[in-house]
């Protein structure tokens, strides 16, 4: 799934794109993207109507487009939402569910979502911080971010070190593929309990999380499959150290990375640099 570069790569894409902008038309062209509404499609496009979006912002992982009222369209992109750009008139891509147009007669924006985890939904008081969504901790590129005080609060968990990183409710934003990025820049084992960790060592965790989104927000996000762009269509290109290279040495001492069972997916780390202890 999209973890803090990619939905921040298809925010600052969406800022150009709605931001000042009124809601002319909404069409729902399949009813489970907007599941989470209550009034369902015709509602869910008869209460858009009119609005003015703000400048898209984002927690985390989390997305959402606020109204100049006061409320927010929540986005929810699930494995495969996409926000795409075109012209009135333009042919659909495929998987298109929804469609916004604008009283400018300018492009109109697109929801596609191939698998359909994803959707939208109103956010009714959630133009500043959508409550759907209020319990998500803070991400290390927030301003607000408290460094002190996330520290203390993982090194106060017995889970494994990757366990609690992934807590959106401890910090939000890493995800799987950014969190082994993390953990082999710190060189730690993810199953390392976090109340074994310094002080300083988690400190580094963090900041290595911080750097290598940042690497990969600078390279456009991280893509593996074409489901993952930007709203023109593009790609990101960032390359990564040990998510997905099973088998291949360690750029750093040579030893083949190895992945592990973790939960309900994987870990991938190097066996030499990162030794459970």
């Known amino acids: 799934m999209p973890e803090l570069p990619e939905v921040e790569v298809v925010r600052a894409g969406l800022v150009s794109v709605v931001a000042g902008r009124r809601i002319a038309a909404v069409q729902v062209l399949h009813p489970r993207p907007v599941r989470r509404h209550l009034s369902g499609p015709e509602g869910f496009s008869a209460e858009l109507l009119g609005r003015t979006f703000g400048e898209p912002r984002r927690r985390g992982k989390f997305l959402w487009l606020p109204f100049t009222d006061g409320d927010a369209v929540l986005a929810h992109l699930g494995m495969s939402g996409q926000f795409r750009v075109n012209e009135p008139g333009s042919p659909d891509a495929r998987n298109t569910r929804i469609r916004f147009a604008f009283d400018d007669a300018g492009p109109e924006l697109r929801f596609i979502d191939q698998r359909m985890f994803g959707g939208l939904s109103l956010s009714v008081g959630g133009a ?150």
Request: net charge positive; aromatic share 6%.
């Open 128 to 277: 500043e911080l959508p409550p759907e969504i209020s319990h998500i901790a803070r991400d290390p590129f927030d301003p607000d971010f408290d460094l002190d005080a996330v520290t203390a609060k993982i090194r106060k968990r017995r889970s494994g070190i990757k366990h609690v990183i992934l807590d959106q409710g401890v910090v939000s934003g890493i995800g799987n593929i950014y969190a082994d990025e993390a953990l082999w820049r710190s060189r730690l084992h993810w199953a390392r309990p976090a109340d074994s960790l310094s002080r300083k060592q988690v400190r580094e965790l963090l900041s290595h999380a911080h750097q290598v989104m940042a690497d990969a927000l600078a390279q456009g996000g991280t893509s593996f499959d074409a489901l993952y762009v930007n709203v023109n269509g593009s790609s990101g290109r960032h390359a990564l150290n040990v998510y997905g290279r099973e088998g291949r040495p360690c750029k750093r001492c040579g030893t083949p990375i190895v992945r592990e069972r973790f939960m309900n997916r994987s870990s991938h780390l190097c066996p030499r640099c990162q030794r459970k202890r």
